[in-house]
């Protein structure tokens, strides 16, 4: 059975869109046939976060139109086989996204995929709405940060009242803490929310921790998702994420300062 | 912080942390805005509202928007709040 996940935050810029990109690789790339959709109307990113903007030629609202058949409108990953990008449209005409006609998408993909990511907008606007009114499972993204944290807990509050599984009195959309930027050192001297701190907060099972890191921005330059670096904590953090989507138990990692040595502390090393 | 400025924080035994300052505040933020959504306001409280104020106007003249009703869930208790504003010219009013 298909799964629809979510990957939402309230707060802007937390790293959804990257979240969505790497979190899609991953699942792709342990063989679930996976789309990612970006609910982004009128500010589409996912398309230059996976490398796939010059591909675009038919959006979702071409597809809820009916100006374009769905597989069509689907972009082929050009790393990974088993992912397809079902790209937002950037007119300015929000309302076209309408809840019937995502829902008819949404039936259609689950007939070929095991996988459809939502990739949500920031907000909690019609396009936040729309991405997790279908969703079984969420991804709620969240910095060590007060403002991102409340925002988190305003957006569980609206999965747990406004999604189709609660109006429907169906088992509750299961929901999956996600920090990301996060910064050991800072944490270990005091002036950074811990996860500790922030899964106390908002009380739902923590499924990982993405370290602050420079290789976000390279990915993003290039268009190719972190993930598919060597061995970079980015890469090895997403990984970790999708193993435990999938049921492993794997202990967390990248949590804790680096031990620095006496001289390198000293002069100031990063 | 230069290290000069964190052995200071350290021999002044040090202000709270600022992480624990968020996390103090975001707790106290929360606990309030949850208690203002969903499931928190049941269906009895505006007739409860009504029957407190019908009590009170016996002896009182209050104004009907002077007087608020709160529900606020706690992790293992609830608080009924009730809050009354007293004209300030009661002798009058008597």
Redesign the interface.
Known sequence: MAKVIVVTSGKGGVGKTTTSANFSTGLAMRGNKTVVIDFDVGLRNLDLIMGCERRVVFDIINVINGDAALKRALIKDKHCDNLYVLPASQTRDKDALSLEGVGKILDELKEDFDCIVCDSPAGIEHGAFTAMYYADEALVVTNP??SS??DS??IL?IL??KSKRAVEGLEPVKEHLLVTRYDPKR?A??????VD?IQ??LRIPLIGVIPESEAILQSSNSGTPAIHTEKTDVAEAYKDVVARFMGEDLPMRFTTAEKQSFLKR?FGGR | ?S?IASLIDYLRGSEK????V??E???I??AH??AG??ASAPDYLPALQEELLEVIAKYIHIDRSMMKVNLQHHEDYDVLELNVTLPENRKQDS
Not at chain 1, 189 to 194: A, C, D, K
Not at chain 2, 17 to 20: I, N
Request: charge should be positive.
């Open positions: 940060e007060v944290v409340r807990d305003r509050g747990a009242a944490v001297s005091g002036e950074m929310l811990s701190d106390e907060i000293l | 912080m290290m942390k600022s992480a624990v968020a996390k505040r975001l707790q933020i929360l805005e949850r959504r969903n």
